[in-house]
């Protein structure tokens, strides 16, 4: 006898299947098998039957749930106990006995044989034939189906993308194309879906169907969410224009060309402090490759644009210290500023129309030579932010201070630095990437975009960055150039990028604008600069983003009902952000009825289903995830506590919070200025905590 959890609820005995109908012992049984083989506790499984609102008998109901349980397992033969333990109940399953434990044994055995590409695709069709349909069907658990659901549709994504990745790269592009005609459908926000579709086609013949579905996906992602292709569909998309050759698509290595096919051209020198000898090794395209990538992101997608008062605070910058000279090699996986130079046929890189005359071009790969590609440029040009809305004052004052001319110096090589800080998804990147464009014309080198973290937030050597940067401005053309550093980690990132300056007599080093979620206040002690720290948006702002994003008629139909969304979103733009990439894919629904809904439980709907990793939830998870454990545990008990923990008396039975931890905690971000008092915690922010901490106790506990 098997159970069956991929699709609905079942029990399965060689041919025979018996689908369970919708009760309350089968949203029992779906939560014991989700964790089959753990024990799970009594809260859990009352939430999962009966959700958050449950009747002053539950603990007795779920008894008589249990046994009705067993007496089924009883009537169709079904050996598998459900044991008593302390404080809950735990099912024992093995792979043979339980889908979903089948799939994973069988995704894991397909990991192991990735040296074999045939015999891994044969495992994970194997494993993906386990799926019988749509998850828990036959289920009515609002708690399954918003807290599992999603996680185990996540599982199946992966391991359809590895399918289509292998049939890739074994040159059957035809397989490839049946299941990415349906996946792209199925899941229209899933851009790696359309990066492997494209590919299919391109490298079946097929360009113009290609393009057509680079056109179609592009169009998607600006009228539903408000942003662009990502980087590297963009440049897939450019190398189907080109008609050049993608190379080999192998398998066991990224099946997408997500850097450029031509080599940069020689850089022009460099120089970087005498301080940090170790961070002027010369560039090659093993070093650069060697480090993960930030996948690329629109701003507005998780960020969305900022809003609010930031106080633009003058300090004179500090002088570069003594430097020498460097000549780094060109790199792959570093994007050049300005037009991305062609490579023709037969004949060394050419500068695209419009773009400004660079040093002499390193020697041109050998015929059929192919460089490795990237998961994402660690640097590219500035990209431009779809609908950008708010923050007026703020994209005016950063917009002058980029635009002014070079403080004084020796040489006159200080850099310009602009501090741009606040919060997790307060719009810092986005007002960034909008105050460099209005301001280019101002630097004719070109404006690059360096992210500071990598893929799983971690920060990046600060001697990897400078690498990285030393080989892009030497490829840029005359001038000066423009770095935003995003979302920097601290302040030992940024320092040796602060002394990075031209040859001799080419005029002021770059500007440099940094994103952070951290204050950094020594940085600009030591090293000067202007500091614009962002708050959320005001309430015209909220509503200004609603009317941008969902249209004028559909908002100004319902005036109330949007002031509402905004204030249910606490005025937090990549809460906005989300929430209009959710009522943009229902444009039936009103506003009214949205506000109802959004206001039942925020954090859980405050995330787009098809893309998980974009939630309010998530980037706060995120953002708590850097703090040293010590501080993050403090905040967890400031956010549950009072709000008078924050004051400086704190409360009679307590005493204050010291003030050196609640400082800390304002510096990375997580308290804001009051009132009351000298800080707060934002509304979202605090209800995430006390969610996670209900979640925890209830859901994950082992007892």
């Not at 060109?330 to 695209?352: E, H, I």
């Not at 139909?557 to 990549?574: D, I, K, M, V, Y």
Request: with cysteine.
């Amino acid at each position: 006898m098997r159970f069956q959890l991929l699709g609905p609820l079942a029990l399965a005995d060689g041919p025979d299947t018996v689908v369970l109908q919708s009760s309350k012992p089968a949203n029992l049984l779906a939560a014991l098998l989700l964790h089959a083989n753990s024990p799970v506790s009594a809260e859990y499984l009352q939430r999962a039957i009966w959700g958050e609102e449950q009747p002053a008998t539950a603990r007795a109901a779920l008894q008589t749930c249990v046994l009705r349980l067993r007496r089924l397992f009883s009537k169709h033969g079904v050996t598998t106990a459900i044991d008593a333990v302390p404080g809950g109940y735990r099912i024992t399953a093995a792979p043979s006995t339980l889908d979903l434990l089948g799939f994973r044994d069988r995704v894991r055995r397909a990991a192991g044989l990735d040296r074999d590409p045939e015999a891994e695709l044969c495992a994970l069709r194997d494993a993906l034939s386990l799926w019988q349909g749509a998850l828990l069907a036959n289920v009515r658990s609002v708690v399954l189906h918003r807290d599992e659901v999603p996680r185990l549709a996540e599982e199946r994504l992966r391991a359809v993308e590895r399918v289509c990745d292998l049939l890739l790269g074994l040159g059957r592009c035809g397989e490839a194309l049946v299941d990415l005609w349906t996946a792209t459908r199925v899941h229209p926000g899933h851009e790696r879906f359309h990066e492997q579709l494209i590919e299919a086609l391109y490298r079946s013949g097929r360009q113009s169907q290609a393009l057509a579905e680079y056109r179609r996906v592009k169009g998607f992602l600006l009228e539903e969410l408000g942003v662009d292709p990502s980087p590297s569909l963009r440049r897939l998309e450019l190398a189907v224009l080109r008609g050049e050759d993608l190379g080999p698509a192998g398998p066991a290595a990224p099946r997408v060309i997500r850097g450029e096919t031509a080599a940069l051209p020689a850089a022009r020198p460099i120089t970087v402090p005498d301080a940090a000898p170790s961070m002027v090794s010369a560039v090659t395209p093993s070093t650069v490759s060697d480090a993960a990538s930030a996948p690329a992101q629109g701003a507005a997608s998780a960020t969305g644009p900022g809003a609010a008062t930031g106080t633009a605070q003058g300090v004179s910058p500090v002088t570069a210290q003594g430097a020498s000279p460097v000549t780094p090699q060109a790199a792959s996986g570093v994007v050049a500023p300005g037009p991305t130079p062609v490579l023709p046929q037969g004949g060394p890189p050419v500068p695209a129309q419009g773009a400004t005359p660079v040093a002499a071009p390193a020697p041109a790969p050998a015929a059929g030579t192919t460089f490795a590609p990237v998961a994402a440029p660690r640097i590219e040009p500035v990209p431009a932010v779809p609908h950008f809305t708010g923050r007026a004052a703020e994209a005016a004052a950063l917009t002058a201070r980029l635009t002014a001319p070079p403080p004084p110096g020796p040489e006159d090589h200080r850099p310009l630095t602009v501090l741009v800080s606040g919060a997790p998804g307060i719009g810092k990147s986005a007002l960034a990437q909008h105050a460099a464009r209005l301001a280019r014309d101002a630097f004719p080198a070109g404006q690059l975009l360096v992210r500071m973290t990598r893929a799983d937030g971690e920060p990046r050597p600060a001697d990897e960055v400078v690498a990285d940067v030393a080989a892009a401005l030497g490829a840029a053309g005359d001038g000066r150039a423009l770095l935003i550093l995003d979302d920097v980690v601290d302040a030992d990132q940024v320092r040796p990028l602060l002394t990075l300056r031209g040859e001799a007599g080419a005029g002021p080093g770059p500007a440099v604008v940094v994103t952070s979620r951290m204050g950094l206040g020594g940085l600009i002690a030591t090293h000067g600069g202007w500091v614009q720290r962002l708050t959320t948006f005001t309430e015209a702002e909220s509503y200004a983003l609603l009317l941008t994003a969902l249209g004028a008629e559909r908002v100004e139909a319902e005036p109330r009902a949007a002031h509402r969304l905004a204030a249910a979103c606490g005025h937090f733009p990549a809460a906005l952000r989300i929430l209009t990439a959710r009522l943009l894919t229902r444009p039936g629904l009103r506003l009214a009825d949205a506000a109802d809904w959004l206001g039942d439980d925020p954090l859980a709907r405050l995330t787009l289903t098809d893309s998980p990793d974009h939630s309010v939830s998530g980037l706060f998870d995120r953002a708590l995830g850097r703090l040293d454990p010590r501080l993050s545990e403090a905040f967890t008990h400031l956010a549950q506590g009072p709000p008078t923990l924050l004051d400086d008396r704190g409360p009679d039975d307590e005493g204050p919070v010291p003030e050196a931890v609640r400082e800390q905690l304002a510096d990375a971000g997580l308290l804001e200025d009051g009132p009351p008092g000298p800080y707060r915690i934002h509304d979202l922010l605090r209800a995430h905590v006390r969610r996670t901490a209900r979640i925890r106790d209830r859901r994950t506990e082992k007892v």
